[in-house]
């Protein structure tokens, strides 16, 4: 069993830097894919980035590869989504989430979720 919560949300300007945590209870969680997902209000969640427990691969959706990196400390059992140069279409709930299998863009591929943190980025 894995819990994840998440922090680091905020009110930023277009062009900040902003960067979410994850923090993951469970023994085992360097054994666990992360992700992150994203969810506009009123819109569908959607991928963000991933990372392999495997082989430590990352994986972005593609609008946001250059802009966002995803990494973990597995000493401190945290997952970060580092978030450079905001846009306002950036604004959504940021969920983490964690898997024993490889990263999926899917969301039903993750069993594992927490329960949001909110980055609003202002015009």
């Known amino acids: 069993q894995v819990q994840l919560v998440e922090s680091g949300g905020g009110l930023v300007l277009a062009g900040d830097s902003l960067r979410l945590s994850c923090a993951a209870s469970?023994?085992?969680?360097?054994?666990?894919?992360v992700g992150w997902f994203r969810q506009a209000s009123g819109k569908e969640r959607t991928f963000v980035a991933g990372?392999?427990?495997?082989?430590?691969?990352?994986y972005y959706a593609d609008s946001l590869k250059g802009r966002f990196t995803i990494s973990r400390d597995n000493t401190k059992n945290t997952v970060y989504l580092q978030m450079n140069s905001l846009r306002p279409e950036d604004t959504a709930v940021y969920y983490c989430?964690?898997?024993?299998?490889?990263?999926?863009?899917?969301?039903?591929?993750?069993?594992?979720w927490g329960q949001g943190t909110q980055v609003t980025v202002s015009s």
């Open positions: 990372l392999s427990w495997s082989d430590g691969s990352t």
């Open positions: 469970g023994r085992t969680f360097r054994r666990y894919s």
């Open positions: 989430a964690a898997d024993s299998r490889s990263p999926s863009l899917r969301d039903s591929r993750w069993s594992y």
